[in-house]
């Protein structure tokens, strides 16, 4: 499963997503919203993206996670509209039979969204200012 | 041709709209960057953007067609 939405993400019910009886092992990611960024210190971002690109890229991603890990559920959602610091921006969530598995895949799924969803963020700076994010080579 | 142009994120703001409808003697991607780049000031080039026609990824060589809804993706910065 993966989606894009404006409301924030309820933790609780994508975790319980992950339930099945032969998951052994469950990993999840949160990306929060930091105080600072670049040496420059932050206080909220905004996030834009191309939803109908985004969501099929990102079914794309899981679906692969899928292939290349043994897996139960393999799930992720991120957030567009403006978030404040320590709202969750992006969370990715895996079960599997064993922890290598759980820990692989998860961490795919959240390289790969950073890496290929069409989803860009605005950050705002306690100075006033505010740009647009466009890294030159792969996030960190 | 016609095409339908969406804007995100820098390319946005540069344009100064989320989207517009593009008259154009461009008939790839190609050609249509150059020219809108040219309109609307955008810095980036070719190789640091992705390119989607009609929702999907393509290349820029992709052919276009009339009313294509073409998409210029700069560098994506999400999580």
């Given at each position: 499963?993966f989606a894009i939405g404006e409301?924030?993400?309820?933790?609780?019910?994508?975790?319980?997503?992950?339930?099945?009886?032969?998951?052994?092992?469950?990993?999840?990611?949160?990306?929060?919203?930091?105080?600072?960024?670049?040496?420059?210190?932050?206080?909220?971002?905004?996030?834009?993206?191309?939803?109908?690109?985004?969501?099929?890229?990102?079914?794309?991603?899981?679906?692969?996670?899928?292939?290349?890990?043994?897996?139960?559920?393999?799930?992720?959602?991120?957030?567009?509209?403006?978030?404040?610091?320590?709202?969750?921006?992006?969370?990715?969530?895996?079960?599997?039979?064993?922890?290598?598995?759980?820990?692989?895949?998860?961490?795919?799924?959240?390289?790969?969204?950073?890496?290929?969803?069409?989803?860009?963020?605005?950050?705002?700076?306690?100075?006033?200012?505010?740009?647009?994010?466009?890294?030159?080579?792969?996030?960190? | 041709?016609?095409?339908?142009?969406?804007?995100?994120?820098?390319?946005?703001?540069?344009?100064?709209?989320?989207?517009?409808?593009?008259?154009?003697?461009?008939?790839?991607?190609?050609?249509?960057?150059?020219?809108?780049?040219?309109?609307?000031?955008?810095?980036?080039?070719?190789?640091?953007?992705?390119?989607?026609?009609?929702?999907?990824?393509?290349?820029?060589?992709?052919?276009?067609?009339?009313?294509?809804?073409?998409?210029?993706?700069?560098?994506?910065?999400?999580?």
């Open positions: 499963m409301a924030p993400i309820d933790v609780v019910r994508l975790h319980q997503g992950l339930e099945a009886d032969g998951a052994g092992a469950v990993v999840c990611f949160e990306g929060r919203v930091r105080n600072y960024n670049d040496g420059r210190a932050v206080n909220g971002l905004s996030y834009q993206a191309y939803i109908e690109l985004a969501e099929a890229e990102g079914r794309r991603i899981v679906e692969e996670a899928r292939g290349r890990f043994k897996v139960e559920r393999v799930s992720c959602v991120h957030r567009v509209g403006d978030l404040a610091l320590g709202d969750v921006a992006v969370w990715a969530g895996v079960s599997a039979g064993h922890r290598g598995a759980a820990f692989d895949a998860c961490r795919y799924v959240i390289d790969q969204v950073k890496a290929r969803v069409p989803i860009w963020k605005r950050e705002h700076y306690v100075e006033g200012t505010s740009e647009w994010l466009h890294p030159d080579s792969a996030p960190k | 041709m016609n095409y339908r142009l969406l804007y995100f994120a820098s390319l946005c703001d540069a344009a100064g709209r989320a989207e517009e409808q593009v008259a154009s003697d461009a008939r790839d991607v190609t050609a249509l960057y150059a020219e809108l780049a040219a309109r609307h000031g955008f810095t980036f080039t070719p190789d640091r953007l992705r390119v989607a026609v009609n929702g999907a990824f393509t290349d820029w060589n992709h052919r276009l067609a009339d009313n294509d809804e073409v998409v210029f993706l700069p560098p994506v910065s999400g999580g």
